[in-house]
């Protein structure tokens, strides 16, 4: 009778057990919480853009100053100005990695999700092309930099090696024409795509712009390569029209705000940015349309603590004027007061007003380039950042024709390019708008000469890549072709007396990947240094 008891007991106890345990997973999972198999991977698409085209503040600081297309007196972007250190200089160095890897790891966690799912097979492209995108800056900032195993912390590589920038660039060519070619109109399109919004003709198009980018970096190093991936993306047929340019806007009014302008905005640095002689020297020149677009005086001395900066100014032609890069506002020989022609300023500078004034140079007009301030455009508080282009492109493939590859005509594509670049600074802005008489008569009384041809492309390609906002593009494509030529800036205690030819990594990877980074320096002829450079650039 015991055991019977005893044998009835453990029957009851193991009911009660199985009762309670047979729901036991879903009873104790977060119902919140997603996983791999029902999390949209079209969300990573979106996040990876836009983290792709909030480059911040190094570009600003650094790559807009190196190349001269801005300039600044003031000490926060004298790091750039006059290739100096100060502030948080090492922040500085390590944003185009950090913002880069960043990015990259949306796009690798989207191929990951999408490897083996036939639904979403022009999305595992797009992250491919997108990895390009992104990791082509990194390796073109730095040199040698993780590619094959980037992105891949969950596969259980922390350490990922640095491989070598010839090597990035095979495997960038490689993938870019697998993804390309393998995108269909006819199969799924991305529901959260920032750029294009699903358009999987349009991506096509990019991607292979994006190779014909790719493949003209390598013109000093592998012509061959450049020629046959040139010729490619040329016959797979690159953007058509400004339609086609990659663009990712941001919005300020819910607080999506963009880092680049961000930047500016921050302690009133709107104030203390301008255009540079260099620039505005070389537009005034040939009579570009685009000064008035994208240029403007200040109503004011130009940094009175007591006046209303962030008021529209005065964009007439006539009155635009660059200030000369490597000036600052000590009071020493290298005030900007000393400077050749310093324009002054108007009213007179009132014994308030500290520092001394800028004086009437040109600045990126607020309206065009500022607009997620509210306290400057309260109406649109929109901004665009551009990526890649038609104009862009259309340069490159006239470069490529004046080599004498198969990409078409030469003076075609620089034609169309002179009237797109001038038609695209409007989709910053509407208030850039270039009025259509004026784009056609530029273009007729502009041709392609054979024998400044690449001289003309690439200095178009600057002022294209400095009225958008494009200063990483804008500094390595002046590495790559030579164009302008630059006139280094003289300065005390600089880092270096030359122009920046790359960036030094990040100091933090002495201590998150030593092995990697050892690898990377060793690359480099000249060591770690701003003067070093990387593989392509000869």
Same mark, same amino acid.
């Given at each position: 009778?015991?055991?019977?008891?005893?044998?009835?007991?453990?029957?009851?106890?193991?009911?009660?057990?199985?009762?309670?345990?047979?729901?036991?997973?879903?009873?104790? @999972?977060?119902?919140?919480? @997603?996983?791999?198999?029902?999390?949209?991977?079209?969300?990573?698409?979106?996040?990876?853009?836009?983290?792709?085209?909030?480059?911040?503040?190094?570009?600003?600081?650094?790559?807009?100053?190196?190349?001269?297309?801005?300039?600044?007196?003031?000490?926060?972007?004298?790091?750039?100005?006059?290739?100096?250190?100060?502030?948080?200089?090492?922040?500085?160095?390590?944003?185009?990695?950090?913002?880069?890897?960043?990015?990259?790891?949306?796009?690798?966690?989207?191929?990951?999700?999408?490897?083996?799912?036939?639904?979403?097979?022009?999305?595992?492209?797009?992250?491919?092309?997108?990895?390009?995108?992104?990791?082509?800056?990194?390796?073109?900032?730095?040199?040698?930099?993780?590619?094959?195993?980037?992105?891949?912390?969950?596969?259980?590589?922390?350490?990922?090696?640095?491989?070598?920038?010839?090597? /990035?660039?095979?495997?960038?060519?490689?993938?870019?024409?697998?993804?390309?070619?393998?995108?269909?109109?006819?199969?799924?399109?991305?529901?959260?795509?920032?750029?294009?919004?699903?358009?999987?003709?349009?991506?096509?198009?990019?991607?292979?712009?994006?190779?014909?980018?790719?493949?003209?970096?390598?013109?000093?190093?592998?012509?061959?390569?450049?020629?046959?991936?040139?010729?490619?993306?040329?016959?797979?047929?690159?953007?058509?029209?400004?339609?086609?340019?990659?663009?990712?806007?941001?919005?300020?009014?819910?607080?999506?705000?963009?880092?680049?302008?961000?930047?500016?905005?921050?302690?009133?640095?709107?104030?203390?940015?301008?255009?540079?002689?260099?620039?505005?020297?070389?537009?005034?020149?040939?009579?570009?349309?685009?000064?008035?677009?994208?240029?403007?005086?200040?109503?004011?001395?130009?940094?009175?603590?007591?006046?209303?900066?962030?008021?529209?100014?005065?964009?007439?032609?006539?009155?635009?004027?660059?200030?000369?890069?490597?000036?600052?506002?000590?009071?020493?020989?290298?005030?900007?007061?000393?400077?050749?022609?310093?324009?002054?300023?108007?009213?007179?500078?009132?014994?308030?007003?500290?520092?001394?004034?800028?004086?009437?140079?040109?600045?990126?007009?607020?309206?065009?380039?500022?607009?997620?301030?509210?306290?400057?455009?309260?109406?649109?508080?929109?901004? /665009?950042?551009?990526?890649?282009?038609?104009? $862009?492109?259309?340069?490159?493939?006239?470069?490529?024709?004046?080599?004498?590859?198969?990409?078409?005509?030469?003076?075609?594509?620089?034609?169309?390019?002179?009237?797109?670049?001038?038609?695209?600074?409007?989709?910053?802005?509407?208030?850039?708008?270039?009025?259509?008489?004026?784009?056609?008569?530029?273009?007729?009384?502009?041709?392609?000469?054979?024998?400044?041809?690449?001289?003309?492309?690439?200095? $178009?390609?600057?002022?294209?890549?400095?009225?958008?906002?494009?200063?990483?593009?804008?500094?390595?494509?002046?590495?790559?072709?030579?164009?302008?030529?630059?006139?280094?800036?003289?300065?005390?205690?600089?880092?270096?007396?030359?122009?920046?030819?790359?960036?030094?990594?990040? /100091?933090?990877?002495?201590? @998150?990947?030593?092995?990697?980074?050892?690898?990377?320096?060793?690359?480099?002829?000249?060591?770690?240094?701003?003067?070093?450079?990387?593989?392509?650039?000869?």
């Amino acid at each position: 009778m015991k055991k019977k008891l005893i044998y009835s007991g453990l029957c009851i106890a193991a009911s009660l057990f199985a009762g309670c345990t047979k729901d036991f997973t879903k009873i104790n @999972t977060d119902p919140n919480k @997603t996983s791999a198999e029902v999390f949209n991977p079209n969300f990573l698409l979106a996040q990876a853009e836009l983290n792709y085209s909030q480059t911040g503040y190094s570009q600003l600081l650094f790559q807009s100053m190196w190349s001269q297309s801005l300039a600044s007196t003031f000490g926060y972007y004298g790091n750039g100005d006059k290739y100096t250190q100060s502030g948080s200089f090492n922040d500085y160095v390590g944003r185009v990695y950090s913002e880069g890897y960043g990015a990259e790891t949306y796009a690798q966690e989207m191929k990951n999700l999408t490897a083996s799912n036939a639904a979403y097979s022009n999305l595992n492209k797009i992250g491919t092309i997108m990895k390009v995108l992104i990791l082509q800056r990194v390796t073109d900032t730095y040199g040698d930099v993780p590619y094959s195993e980037a992105g891949m912390a969950k596969q259980g590589i922390f350490f990922p090696k640095f491989d070598k920038q010839q090597d /990035i660039y095979t495997a960038m060519l490689a993938d870019l024409d697998a993804a390309v070619s393998g995108l269909d109109a006819a199969k799924d399109k991305p529901t959260s795509d920032l750029i294009y919004g699903g358009d999987i003709a349009k991506w096509k198009r990019f991607g292979y712009s994006l190779m014909l980018r790719v493949a003209m970096r390598l013109t000093k190093v592998d012509a061959a390569t450049a020629q046959k991936y040139a010729e490619k993306a040329y016959a797979g047929g690159t953007m058509a029209s400004v339609d086609d340019n990659a663009k990712v806007k941001t919005d300020n009014a819910n607080g999506y705000s963009n880092s680049i302008v961000n930047a500016l905005l921050t302690t009133d640095d709107f104030r203390e940015v301008r255009w540079s002689k260099t620039l505005i020297d070389y537009m005034k020149s040939t009579t570009d349309p685009r000064v008035s677009a994208i240029a403007e005086i200040t109503t004011g001395n130009g940094k009175a603590a007591n006046e209303n900066e962030s008021l529209a100014g005065d964009n007439t032609y006539s009155k635009q004027l660059g200030m000369p890069n490597g000036y600052d506002l000590n009071g020493g020989a290298t005030d900007i007061s000393k400077a050749p022609g310093y324009p002054g300023a108007t009213p007179a500078v009132s014994a308030t007003d500290a520092p001394a004034p800028l004086g009437k140079y040109s600045r990126p007009r607020l309206q065009v380039y500022y607009t997620s301030s509210g306290s400057i455009n309260p109406v649109d508080k929109s901004t /665009i950042n551009m990526l890649l282009t038609y104009g $862009e492109t259309e340069l490159l493939l006239a470069e490529a024709s004046t080599r004498n590859w198969n990409t078409g005509n030469a003076a075609t594509h620089y034609a169309n390019a002179l009237a797109a670049n001038m038609k695209s600074v409007a989709q910053i802005n509407s208030a850039a708008t270039v009025d259509a008489a004026a784009i056609t008569a530029y273009v007729a009384t502009h041709p392609l000469v054979s024998a400044t041809a690449l001289q003309q492309i690439n200095m $178009e390609y600057w002022v294209e890549t400095s009225t958008l906002f494009m200063f990483n593009e804008n500094w390595t494509n002046w590495r790559r072709s030579g164009f302008p030529v630059l006139t280094p800036v003289v300065y005390s205690a600089q880092f270096d007396t030359q122009i920046p030819r790359r960036v030094i990594y990040p /100091i933090n990877l002495s201590s @998150t990947n030593p092995k990697g980074l050892a690898s990377g320096v060793q690359s480099l002829s000249g060591g770690d240094k701003f003067s070093s450079r990387v593989w392509w650039d000869k």
